[in-house]
């Protein structure tokens, strides 16, 4: 009687077993082109890259080096002049660009702006604006007989012009401008859509309680939107410390006055395209680019952590 | 405790008029509740007394003060929302706490007016948590804590209740209820639901697309409403309405004649003077004021029943077409299809005129 009960059950569960195996391979079918895309051109350059960085040698002459290429990193003056820069580029742009975008965002936010549509619009016009173009007019306006340096001279800030793109200092100024003109209202649309999951009657019962508007933004605000926050961090950290396009376009590719302007990627590209080719070198400085990513997003996913 | 006063109000939202003119007396201590149909103006009437519209004419005075172009914070208010606006990422004491810093009051006194309001309302054993792991009653509790420590002149409350379960509802009801005995300020609160304010007002204004159409104690208002639409929003289930005309005029009374039942003719008293002869009227009478027999009464055919137990509501039609609810206290043997001698006790059925004026 057990026995007659407890086979045809068996079988059942034989049978759905099958079945769940021959849905699985329909699913595996189904993402195999996705997988093998994938596969080809992002899981074998990273691989092959990370191969790479352990080879040595000019153009096409690589022989297998081990670590030499990293002991290389540590006495490569470029490198580690375009590690400063990147470091410096991330540490003073986003929290810059961050504290700017939430402040953009709370006071757009405000039901009293009048033509919010069209700020809105205006901030977030930059990041969809044509980079070539962009660099091309930053660099005229920013020329020493630029329209920047007569307005600055016009209202009396400084007596002489301002050698934006051949000061060591001022050129890092320069860049750290274009960069958060071009990125602040990217991150601040997402500040704005956050606001508005936000329940107008928090703020409502806060104003009626006494809390000051600044307050309101620093202790309502600011940690309501902790997680956009942080989401918007990592993605801009990404994007400084892989930051090529605008000292590209901005030196002629050379990361100048002086190398004062260039970033890791840069250095990448130039020892890949502009320098005789270091393949092997360069995967290696682009493996530190990875390093930096991976360790910053750790620490500030760790900052932001939920203490409670 | 503070009188509130609201003259000649008006509010305009660009074309739109909102509130059209609104005169109101709120005496210091009294639980007034504004009450009425969704979209008839009262929230706006109350975030107008809050500061948190502007006021577009008239005049506004708390306490005998004028607080039209008054800051919020400044009006002596304490406000909670149907949605609660508790601070998400703060726990229950800096829920409660956290305003209080910027009115430069010193920690040891925050702490205290924290933990007398958390015992008032139960919260002490929840004062570490943070509002998402609260129920809907503890979060609405928080809220009201929030407001209790400020201290307030006045309460604003907006629909708090309309967020919880039926049962939490009228448990919260008594507690506000309570509150308001405890602390004897002044309330003002805001409900679409008249069972919530007869059952918490010392005083009834029924809205109606922005204008007060009746104010008054709960009772005055189910006894003696002013016109059909204050009869038909309070009492639950809604008062009957039948159509008819006055046959003719009798010393202190009405004689008329109702639309289906024309063999009959009904005498209403009245105090003042009745209607010509002719005249359209509307009367109502309330379901629980119909029963089975009685002096007056009208053949109802019954077709649906629901027994709550110890009450029951028959439903039927008049014979000119009007839905008309029976309650009665022992009709569980009646069935569907029977006709029932509905009677009424004349004095207590409201007359109006055509256009739903009482006619006294
Ligand atoms: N900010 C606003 N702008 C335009 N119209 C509004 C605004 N606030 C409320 N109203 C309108 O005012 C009327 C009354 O709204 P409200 O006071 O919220 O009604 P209630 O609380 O009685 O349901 C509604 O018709 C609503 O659409
Ligand atoms: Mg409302």
């Not at chain 1, 191969?51 to 081990?66: E, H, N, T």
């Not at chain 2, 507690?175 to 069972?195: P, S």
Request: hydrophobic letters at 50%; a positive charge.
């Amino acid at each position: 009687m057990a026995l007659s009960v407890s086979e045809p059950s068996s079988g059942r569960s034989s049978q759905g077993r099958a079945g769940a195996r021959s849905a699985s391979l329909n699913g595996w079918l189904f993402t195999a082109p996705a997988l093998a895309l994938i596969g080809i051109f992002l899981v074998y350059p990273i691989l092959r890259s990370l191969v790479l960085s352990f080879y040595a040698g000019k153009g096409m002459m690589l022989k297998p080096a081990g670590f030499s290429n990293i002991v290389r990193l540590w006495n490569d003056p470029i490198f580690l002049k375009a590690l400063v820069n990147t470091t410096t580029f991330f540490v003073v742009q986003v929290p810059i660009m961050i504290v700017l975008a939430l402040l953009l965002a709370g006071m757009l936010n405000s039901d009293r702006l009048r033509f919010a549509g069209f700020f809105r619009t205006a901030i977030f016009l930059p990041c969809v604006a044509s980079l070539v173009a962009y660099s091309v007019l930053f660099k005229g306006m920013f020329a020493v007989d630029g329209v920047v340096n007569s307005t600055l001279m016009a209202i009396g800030l400084v007596d002489q012009p301002i050698g934006w793109l051949t000061d060591p200092f001022w050129a890092k100024v320069l860049v750290i401008l274009a960069i958060t003109w071009r990125w602040t209202g990217y991150n601040m649309i997402f500040y704005l859509a956050a606001l508005q999951n936000i329940d107008k009657s928090i703020y409502e019962a806060a104003r009626i309680d006494g809390v000051p508007a600044w307050a309101r933004f620093l202790h309502l605000t600011v940690p309501m939107l902790k997680p956009v926050i942080l989401f918007t961090t990592i993605i801009s950290t990404i994007g400084t410390i892989q930051l090529f396009d605008e000292v590209y376009n901005l030196t002629e590719g050379r990361g100048g006055p002086a190398d004062s302007t260039i970033t890791l990627s840069l250095y990448i590209y130039n020892l890949t395209f502009r320098y005789m080719p270091s393949f092997g070198y360069a995967a290696t400085v682009s493996y530190v680019i990875v390093v930096m990513v991976a360790v910053l997003s750790f620490l500030q996913f760790y900052a932001a952590r939920d203490k409670a | 405790m503070a009188d509130v006063r609201l003259q000649a109000v008006r509010k305009t939202f660009g074309v739109l008029d909102v509130i059209k003119g609104v005169d109101l007396d709120i005496r210091a201590g009294e639980f007034v509740v504004f009450v009425g149909p969704s979209g008839c103006g009262k929230s706006t009437l109350l975030r107008m007394i809050a500061g948190l519209e502007d006021i577009s004419e008239g005049t506004l005075t708390i306490g005998g003060q004028t607080m039209n172009d008054v800051d919020p914070s400044q009006r002596g208010i304490a406000m909670v929302f149907q949605s609660y606006a508790l601070y998400p990422h703060m726990t229950v004491r800096e829920n409660m706490g956290f305003a209080l810093r910027f009115a430069g009051m010193d920690k040891q006194e925050i702490a205290r007016r924290v933990q007398s309001a958390a015992r008032i309302l139960e919260l002490e054993p929840l004062l570490e948590r943070k509002p998402k792991a609260l129920s809907g009653g503890q979060r609405q509790r928080v809220a009201i804590g929030r407001a209790i420590v400020r201290n307030p002149k006045v309460f604003l409350f907006d629909e708090p209740l309309s967020n919880l379960d039926a049962e939490l509802r009228v448990h919260m009801r008594v507690e506000i209820a309570r509150l308001h005995k405890e602390l004897k300020t002044t309330v003002i609160y805001v409900t679409h639901d008249q069972v919530e304010a007869m059952t918490l007002a010392d005083k009834i204004v029924v809205l109606r697309a922005g204008q007060v159409e009746q104010v008054g104690a709960p009772l005055d208002l189910y006894d003696d409403p002013a016109n059909l639409f204050v009869a038909g929003f309070i009492g639950a289930p809604r008062i009957n309405v039948f159509t008819g005309q006055v046959t003719a005029r009798l010393p202190g009374a009405a004689e008329v004649r109702l639309d289906g039942f024309a063999e009959r003719r009904l005498v209403i008293p009245l105090t003042g003077e009745a209607p010509a002869e002719g005249t359209e009227i509307r009367l109502g009478i309330r379901p629980e004021h119909l029963t089975e027999g009685g002096a007056e009464s009208l053949p109802i055919e019954i077709d649906m029943f629901e027994h709550l137990g110890g009450e029951t509501f028959a439903y039927g039609r008049s014979r000119s077409g009007e839905t008309i609810i029976v309650s009665t206290r022992n009709g569980r043997h009646l069935k569907a299809g029977q006709v029932l001698a509905a009677g009424f006790d004349a004095s207590k059925a409201l007359l109006f005129d055509a256009a739903g004026l009482r006619i006294r």
